[in-house]
């Protein structure tokens, strides 16, 4: 038996979708995560078809509440909703780089686990399976089904096939009117064909993907094309398209392209609210951002809180960081702390950057569970890849750093985050006035580094980059502005004074380090004794006996 088999056996929707996820995975990865994300639901209903009709937050919810699932099924079900999300709604993780194909292969991996519980749901044993390799006939099957059997959902497949393709990063190459690269022009034309295919027979995603085209890409090329493109969109949410509400949603909300700003009228319509109720996640995390801040309505904390609830749970990393913070507040839940540093937990582990970075500061405080203090050096580090806390996350690293008692290698990577942190703020300015305490720091870091240095002995090529670091900052520890020229500059000379047979003179003076007394062989004083064919200690490429040993 192979794993479409297994699925089949466990259940006909759940095996379709499984299948159709594993068929597309290699070639159009985004959709594929769409169909497993649509096997989680599939799944829930056959544990329990009362869940049926409700959203896929609120299935895994009522099964782990009457007990038919446990930790490990639910953390499955998790991986679906939460990469099935990713694929749906890119620019909302625009903080993290997407991986499609490693989502799916983990998407995949969870999916069998669940169709295996379906088994032993059943209380039957688990067939022995292999999971075959991947078939490459499913584009050819979508084809021949969109163009001689004109079939509906093939034509939707087909659209979205050729639109994934067209959505491939193109850094620096010329783009066309509609904003795709040049070199996807085919790709994109052949996905609007194929929409506008399924658009003029009212498939409901058609429409949507057919009017967000003509709307938000082609409003400059002619006249009447951006309201051409809100009916198709319009038509698309007269049929319960989730995407397609909340665009009406936001666009009445906004006053975008023929809509009329009125934040009332967005409530009022519903629209927020229908979008939520048909399980679109941001949707949720919007009308709970309104309710929160009484934009079209009156504030209400409590009712902000449901909304915002329902979007964490949902998987949305805003909403789970915003959750945690009403948790810590106490703003419309009762404040418990320990559930809010859960979700906390929840969206940093989706790298969602407030999160990251207030999740260190949290272990820090020992405010964590299970996490040690010293452990929030690595969250400081993994902050340091968003610029909003990246100098405030390198100060906080290298100081924690610093308290550890370090040895060389500790230091070095402390100084060289303190002098990251003192060129953003030189060149960035300083919001959060940082300045005093990153240069206090960087003053007791350097000398601690140097003087472990000046102990080290006389081979100084064995330290390259403590010394490089050292050679970051000045004789009082101020560290340089700009990394990249100093670097240069000390590569350069160094390259010059090892020409001349000078090099340790060179380091010692650029790191700011002691100069030793040397005998007149040469040699350090208190430096071990070199044999005549051992190198020479100044670098020169030559035998001690042919150097400074003659």
Not at 398 to 415: G, K, N, W
């Amino acid at each position: 038996m192979d794993d479409i088999q297994l699925a089949l056996g466990a259940s006909a929707e759940v095996g379709r979708l499984y299948k159709n996820g594993k068929d597309f995975s290699a070639d159009t990865p985004v959709m594929a995560l769409a169909y497993l994300r649509g096997m989680a639901a599939a799944f829930c209903n056959c544990l329990d078809r009362d869940v049926d009709g409700l959203k896929l937050d609120e299935k895994i919810s009522s099964l782990s509440e009457q007990g038919l699932i446990k930790s490990k099924v639910r953390q499955q079900l998790r991986i679906l909703q939460a990469n099935g999300n990713k694929a749906a709604h890119p620019e909302n993780y625009d903080f993290v780089d997407l991986n499609f194909p490693v989502l799916v292969s983990e998407a995949l991996e969870a999916a069998r686990g669940l169709i295996e519980h379906l088994y032993i749901a059943r209380h039957e044993d688990v067939p022995a399976y292999e999971v075959t390799p991947l078939e490459s006939g499913a584009l050819r099957d979508m084809c021949v089904r969109a163009m001689l059997d004109r079939d509906l959902e093939a034509m939707n497949q087909a659209g979205q096939y050729f639109l994934e393709r067209a959505d491939q990063p193109a850094k620096g190459r010329p783009l066309r009117p509609d904003g795709y690269p040049i070199c996807a022009g085919q790709d994109i034309e052949q996905a609007i064909f194929w929409f506008k295919q399924g658009a003029d027979r009212d498939h409901p995603d058609c429409l949507y993907q057919y009017g967000y085209y003509l709307s938000e890409h082609l409003n400059n090329k002619a006249p009447g094309q951006e309201c051409m493109g809100e009916q198709y969109i319009s038509r698309a949410a007269k049929t319960d398209h989730p995407a397609a509400v909340f665009y009406l949603a936001e666009s009445v909300l906004e006053g975008r392209g023929s809509f009329t700003r009125d934040e009332v009228h967005a409530l009022e319509l519903e629209l927020f609210e229908r979008a939520a109720k048909l399980g679109y996640p941001e949707a949720v995390a919007q009308a709970g951002a309104m309710y929160a801040s009484g934009v079209g309505c009156e504030v209400d904390d409590f009712t902000a809180a449901l909304y915002i609830l329902q979007a964490a749970r949902a998987g949305v990393p805003q909403a789970q960081y915003n959750l945690f913070v009403l948790y810590m507040q106490g703003k419309g839940v009762m404040k418990i702390e320990s559930e809010g540093i859960r979700w906390l937990v929840e969206a940093a582990a989706q790298g969602f950057p407030n999160a990251v970075y207030n999740l260190a500061c949290c272990i820090q405080a020992g405010d964590v569970p299970g996490r040690a203090p010293s452990e929030a050096v690595a969250e400081y580090e993994r902050a340091m890849d968003f610029q909003k806390f990246r100098a405030r996350a390198a100060l906080n690293a290298a100081e924690l750093i610093y308290s550890s008692a370090p040895d060389v290698t500790d230091l070095v990577r402390a100084a060289q985050h303190l002098q990251t942190c003192y060129e953003l703020l030189s060149n960035d300015g300083d919001p959060h006035e940082l300045r005093d305490a990153c240069l206090k720091s960087s003053a007791n870091v350097v000398r601690v580094l140097r003087k472990q240095l000046n102990e080290r002995g006389n081979d100084l090529s064995l330290w390259g980059e403590a010394v490089t670091t050292s050679a970051l900052f000045d004789r009082a520890g101020v560290p340089v502005v700009d990394r990249k020229a100093r670097l240069e500059e000390f590569e350069n000379g160094l390259f010059n004074a090892r020409a001349l047979m000078s090099g340790d003179k060179y380091l010692r003076s650029e790191a700011c380090l002691k100069t030793r007394a040397l005998h007149p062989n040469g040699v350090s004083a208190g430096a071990p004794k070199l044999g005549r064919n051992d190198p020479c200690h100044c670098e020169s490429g030559l035998k001690y006996k042919h150097c400074h040993g003659r």
